[in-house]
């Protein structure tokens, strides 16, 4: 029957772990507690209850001990609670640094998935195992909810803005992946699962499952398509009509209206679709907006290729932290306020394209 009926989800990430301990801890802590009270109730009830028609109580001065006992002991309790439920929280949100990023795209009524070599999935998300990963997640239409109940794991995904969530799985399996989110009709079955896999087992899972480029190399491709390069990396002798982007990600950008801002994936994603919005001191809002042209996959390629887009030595850009070509997760230089227009070296750029 338990099987059937279990009384918790699996548990099976580093979270889910910690979720679990606090919560059985002060399920505990709750019932005693109520079994005390209760108790000292009923006992009362029948120790001080009123045994003739005469009887009058006694007046009480109180009794110093007892009243500092019983503030003291829930004070430290629920200050307790309180330092293991922010530790707990801040671990949730808090991914680490050596995090890799999946893109999920919610839609009625499915959850499109990239992995950062490139895989594509719909409603099934493999992951290796032991590898904490960062979910970064925008929807195409309403709000929609990733859920992991086996990773106590529950972000909303909303449209025009990327929300995020991570994990790392601790135990190989198949576990119910839901919308939490009412979402129109279909809700219900806006499900699916995540697949963690021993690490080998994934690659050949990769391998095997999509041959096709990087998330990092559509991008590319589709920066070259949409003719992004003609404005924001012109070849030789050309005025830069857009800033260039070489080393953006994490830096921060000052705005033409003063405002000054950290460049991250929905200021990347809002450049793009509604680029206006946003423009670069020392630059005209001359770039059209591409909304509606690029799906939010395709958006999620492009913030990846701008991502990885490392500054070029000597151009006083912060740089890209090591290793992270994969990870995607650039340091931000402490303090830096490297000019959002570094100087032009159309030595360094490719050949305009033909066009
Ligand atoms: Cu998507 Cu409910």
């Not at 929905?266 to 793009?272: A, L």
């Not at 946003?278 to 005209?284: E, F, L, N, S, T």
């Not at 992270?324 to 750029?349: C, K, M, Y």
Request: contains cysteine; charged residues 15%; aromatic residues 10%.
């Amino acid at each position: 029957m338990r099987q059937d009926l279990p009384l918790f989800p699996p548990a099976a990430s580093t979270g889910a772990h910690q979720v679990d301990a606090i919560t059985y801890v002060w399920l505990v802590v709750a019932a005693v507690f109520s079994l005390l009270i209760a108790g000292l109730i009923l006992y009362f009830m029948s120790r001080y209850r009123r045994r003739s028609e005469d009887a009058v109580g006694a007046p009480t001065e109180g009794h110093l001990v007892l009243e500092i006992v019983w503030t003291a002991i829930p004070l430290a309790l629920t200050l307790g609670m309180f330092a293991w439920g922010a530790r707990v929280f801040f671990f949730i949100y808090r991914p680490p640094s050596n995090a890799v990023e999946y893109f999920a795209v919610g839609k009625q009524w499915m959850w499109k998935f990239q992995h950062p070599e490139g895989n594509r999935e719909i409603n099934e998300l493999h992951v290796p195992l032991g590898q904490p990963i960062k979910m970064i997640m925008t929807s195409e239409d309403v709000i929609h909810s990733f859920y992991v109940p086996a990773f106590r794991m529950k972000q909303d995904v909303l449209p025009g803005r990327y929300t995020t969530t991570w994990f790392k799985a601790d135990r190989a399996g198949t576990f119910h992946l839901f919308c939490a989110e009412y979402c129109g009709t279909e809700h219900s079955r806006m499900i699916g699962s995540v697949v963690v896999m021993e690490p080998t087992d994934y690659e050949a899972w990769l391998s095997g499952a999509q041959p096709g480029q990087s998330i990092v190399a559509s991008g590319a491709q589709l920066f070259e398509s949409l003719a992004c390069n003609t404005c924001h990396r012109p070849g030789a002798g050309m005025a830069a009509r857009g800033p260039r982007l070489e080393g953006l990600f994490g830096r921060q950008v000052v705005l033409a209206d003063g405002r000054s801002l950290i460049a991250n994936e929905d200021y990347i994603r809002e450049s793009i679709v509604a680029p206006a919005a946003k423009v670069v001191a020392g630059y005209q809002p001359i770039m059209p907006t591409f909304q509606g042209q690029v799906t939010e996959e395709q958006l999620v390629q492009l913030v990846a290729y701008v991502k990885s887009l490392a500054g070029t030595p000597g151009e006083g850009t912060p740089a890209v932290a090591e290793g992270a070509t994969r990870a995607g997760t650039p340091a931000v230089a402490p303090g830096a306020t490297a000019p959002t227009t570094p100087p032009a070296h159309p030595a360094v750029n490719p050949a305009p394209q033909g066009r």
